[in-house]
Structure formats: C-alpha cells, structure tokens
C-alpha cells in the first residue's frame, strides 16, 4: 500500500475488502477453468462454461465460432491446420455502463483459454489438469499462460460490483482462442466490430508491462527421401537425416539474424532475442527402409519493424541453399508451407492508459511499474498493430509455462486483481 488521495485509499481498501471476501470462490473458480482440457481445438466446453459465467453475472454474451466469423481479409490474419473453425468458439461478454453517462472510457479484457500440449503426464509431479494447490500455488497445464489473468479480469470486475461501484463505460471481456498459434480469436472479435479506447491483455508478466513483443513465423518443411532396404543404405537416402541438415541451416540464420538483432534500437541488449524451435518431427515408416519422408513444425522470431515477407524470404533462401548440398533434395527441394502465426512484431507506445495501469500498479506494490521486452507473440499486437488501440500486455506471475509443472501464484493473483479492479475503475470511471 502506497500514496495517493484519501478517497482512493479509500476504494482501495473497499476493491481489497471485495477480494478478501469471495477469495475461496476465486480460487475455487480458477481450479474449475484450469480442469478443462482446452487444447488447442478442444477449448469449446470451457467457452461454454465462461459463457454461462459470464450469463449469471448479468453480462450480454456473445458465443460465436471462427467458421461464423471470418478474418481472412484482415491485416495480420494466419491460416491455421490445427484446429477446425467450426469448432473455435470464442466468447465475448458486454458489461453494460451504468445508467445513461457517456463520461467513460471503454476497456476491451482480453485472455486466450487454449493451453499448449502437456507432454508425458509422467514427468509432471501435479496431472496437468488437476489444478492441485500447494503452498499458494495452483498447478496445471493453463494455470498461468494464463487461466490466471482471465480469473483475475472476473474477480476484478465482481468486487467492483460487490463495492457497488459501476463502470461509466462498456466492458468487453473476451475469452479467445488460437492465441498460442495464429491469433485469429483475437483477430476475430476485432472483425465482429468489438472496439475500445483501451485493450488489456492479462498474459502472466510477472506485474510487468510489455513494452515491445517480437514477432513469429511457423512453418512446416515437407522434406522427401529415396527408400530402399537398409541393407543397401548407400542406394537411397534418407528425409530424416535431409531435415536435420536443414534444421542445421536455420540454426545458421538465426545466430545471423541475433548477430544483426544487436544494433536493433529495442532488442540490442536482449541476448539472442531471435528464437527458432523446430517443435514437431515425424518421418519415416518402418525401422528396415531409409525414411522416404520428414515433416517439420518450426518456429522463427521477426524483430519489429521487420515485415513478414522478408523473414519468410530469408526462411526460403536458407532452406534453399541448404538443399544444395543434400543429394536428394537439390533434384528434389523440400516444400515450405506458412502455417500458423504469420506475426509481426509490436511496440507499444507510451499512452495514458499506460500511466493510469502505471498508477494502479504502483498503489498495490508501492512501486513504479517495471518493463518488459518478450522474446514471444500475444495478442496485443493486433490492437497496438493495426487498429490504433492502445494494447497494454500486463498481468500476473507464475512459473513453468509451456513446461512441466506449470504452476500459478495465488499471491500474485490476489495482487493482480486488486490492480485490475483499480486500473477499470480509474480508466472506465465509475458511479
Ligand atoms: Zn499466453
């Protein structure tokens, strides 16, 4: 606890008083949201679920699929195989403004509920989807990248509800998909019209703004070989082995690209801000023939300012040179194709709703608020990017995502939501 006039410490202690009080039903809430399984293309009983929580809070809710709302012909839009837009529900709910004042700013609460693959089950010391609590941390695959910020939006608005204070503005709180692989919820609720002066984006930071994201390309290598029985290996070739000399090659280009990433303006005192992942192989059929084919899942950093088009470039004439000096694949090149995140880098600009964030933050850590420069997409960019909304990425801390034993703190969420409530009501004003 900090500063500021007494009557906001005064509603400080009234937003504190609000959490305290339902903060078993909060905890609760966030174990029941990270036992659904909602990976990427399963995430639709878990929407189902927010939107019935949305419903009973009184908010106007929106349940839609990507299938029924197209963004192809949106700026940052990326095809995705993985999942079936049929089946990509996203939700978006509308806190009405209170009676007929027009005095507020609008606020768009933004989280994604697909959470990435698990891994084996057995290296994990909590299931991944059992939300176990120890010693004020829930555990679970979600649980921070970031069923946690969504939690910390819902609890954030009930305890303005409970002070018996009432935004002056609307309120779209949006839970969405595909934000671990093309962005295309987010882009989605943007192509249904959802607009506000401001969007936050709780993604765990660790109480920390980001300040500017890199980019990211995925794409796959389609890479072929000529089988014959092992016992006459020297005959055929193999794809597997062809990969991993392409894999080799974009190892190559990416020490290039973090060697030029050292004069950039914002990541130059970042060390190798540029990441590449080849995160899925398969090939091959059987242990007695050389593999006749290889297939690539990787994923490539773009700095900011950086246009798609010139990563994939770069992308291509790497893949390309490398297929020079591999027997088979200069008579036979390996097919590149762009799937998933086609994303550009974001830089968010300095704004008031940063310095109001900025004023919430610092009244519950008694500190200035701390910046971040992230290695890794979320969906600010689209607001930051292309639609001239301030897109601030804030939210709680946790350990482990994307990894084994992924896990939240109950402390920083409490935190989190009193910061949250704050920041709604200074942007939005309240009666
Ligand atoms: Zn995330």
Redo the contacts with the bound molecule.
């Keep these: 606890m900090s500063g500021g006039a007494p009557h906001q410490r005064d509603r400080q202690a009234q937003l504190s008083a609000a959490i305290a009080e339902s903060w078993s039903r909060q905890v609760s809430w966030l174990q029941s949201l990270v036992r659904f399984k909602s990976l990427p293309g399963e995430e639709s009983a878990c929407q189902s679920w927010l939107a019935e929580e949305f419903g009973r809070r009184g908010w106007q809710v929106d349940r839609y699929t990507l299938a029924e709302q197209p963004t192809a012909h949106l700026r940052g839009h990326a095809d995705c195989r993985l999942t079936d837009p049929a089946k990509a529900v996203q939700v978006v709910a509308t806190l009405a403004p209170a009676g007929s004042s027009q005095g507020g700013r609008s606020l768009i609460l933004q989280g994604?509920v697909d959470v990435v693959p698990t891994g084996p089950a057995d290296m994990w010391s909590h299931p991944p989807f059992a939300a176990d609590i120890v010693d004020e941390w829930i555990y679970g695959r979600g649980a921070q990248?970031?069923k946690m910020g969504i939690c910390a939006v819902v609890f954030a608005l009930d305890a303005l509800a409970r002070a018996g204070l009432k935004p002056q503005a609307p309120i779209h709180v949006q839970t969405v998909t595909e934000?671990e692989s093309s962005g295309r919820g987010a882009l989605s609720a943007l192509a249904r019209g959802y607009r506000a002066d401001a969007c936050l984006i709780p993604?765990p930071t660790g109480n920390m703004i980001t300040r500017a994201h890199t980019g990211a390309v995925w794409f796959s290598l389609r890479v072929k070989g000529h089988p014959v029985h092992v016992q006459d290996a020297q005959a055929g070739t193999s794809a597997i082995l062809s990969a991993f000399g392409l894999i080799q090659a974009l190892q190559q280009l990416t020490a290039r690209l973090n060697e030029d990433a050292k004069t950039d303006a914002l990541f130059g005192g970042v060390v190798d801000p540029i990441k590449f992942n080849a995160g899925v192989i398969r090939g091959g059929d059987w242990a007695s023939s050389t593999p006749s084919w290889c297939e690539l899942a990787c994923r490539l950093g773009v700095l900011p300012g950086k246009p798609i088009a010139t990563a994939k470039a770069e992308i291509l004439s790497a893949v390309t040179d490398a297929s020079k000096s591999d027997v088979f694949l200069v008579r036979h090149p390996p097919e590149v194709v762009w799937d998933g995140f086609q994303a550009e880098g974001s830089v968010l600009k300095p704004s008031e709703t940063e310095a109001v964030l900025g004023r919430a933050h610092r009244a519950v850590f008694g500190t200035a608020m701390r910046e971040r420069l992230s290695t890794a997409v979320?969906d600010t960019r689209f607001y930051n990017h292309y639609d001239d909304i301030p897109g601030l990425c804030y939210g709680p801390a946790g350990e482990n995502l994307h990894s084994f034993d992924e896990r939240a703190s109950l402390k920083s969420l409490r935190e989190t939501t009193l910061v949250l409530a704050l920041f709604v009501a200074e942007w939005c004003g309240v009666e």
């Design positions: 994604h990248d970031m934000e993604e979320d």
